[in-house]
Each structure stands twice: as C-alpha cells, then as structure tokens.
Nanobody, 115 residues
Framework: QVQLVESGGGLVQPGGSLRLSCAASGFTFSSYTMSWYRQVPGKQRELVATITSGGFTNYADSVKGRFTISRDNAENTVYLQMNSLKPEDTAVYYC?????????WGQGTQVTVSS
C-alpha cells in the first residue's frame, strides 16, 4: 500500500522557517522523482520544487533562494526546507511521487505565514 505522509506544517511569522517532511512507503522511493506542490483555495495546485532520483533539483521562481528540497533514500523521506517565509507562501503543501505515468499524492500539510 502506497503512502505519502507529510508533516512539519504550522503557523510561522513572516521571515521565519519551517521544514516539511514527507515519509514514503509502499514503492521504490529511490527510483521516483519527488516534488512538493502547494495550493490555496480557489487556485490551481502549483509546483514548488522537484528532486529527481539522481538528485537534480528545480524550483519555482517564487521560492528560488529561499526553499531547498532534499531527499534521504535510506529513510524514504523527502524534505522541503523553507526559509524567509512570506505571507504569500501560505498554502496546503502536498508531496508527490512520480515515475512515468505513475503518480502518488500525500494528504497535505497546512503552512500559514502570518504575524
């Protein structure tokens, strides 16, 4: 049974930091591209960051220089380190695992940036 379980969300002040984690099970984690997406009510889900099985990373322009995606294949976990958070980063953040036409989603974790 495939599972992606996100954690680490919460309320943080502008300029603060959070680290999201996504624990994976039920598939060959090391072979999959892992991504973080986010979504706010009434808007489409948007891609935030991606890390391939080979460790190559890519980021949305809005988070470049502030967010860092990483993975630990031994722990089947992908992380999103978020620094210098802004109110516009407020969203539900989702973990995604993708390989070819196969994709899995987590349940999401809320991140709220507010003073």
């Amino acid at each position: 049974q495939v599972q992606l379980v996100e954690s680490g969300g919460g309320l943080v002040q502008p300029g603060g930091s959070l680290r999201l984690s996504c624990a994976a099970s039920g598939f060959t984690f090391s072979s999959y591209t892992m991504s973080w997406y986010r979504q706010v009510p009434g808007k489409q889900r948007e891609l935030v960051a991606t890390i391939t099985s080979g460790g190559f990373t890519n980021y949305a322009d809005s988070v470049k220089g502030r967010f860092t995606i990483s993975r630990d294949n031994a722990e089947n976990t992908v992380y999103l380190q978020m620094n210098s958070l802004k109110p516009e980063d407020t969203a539900v953040y989702y973990c995604n695992a993708g390989r070819g036409y196969v994709g899995y989603w987590g349940q999401g974790t809320q991140v709220t940036v507010s003073s």
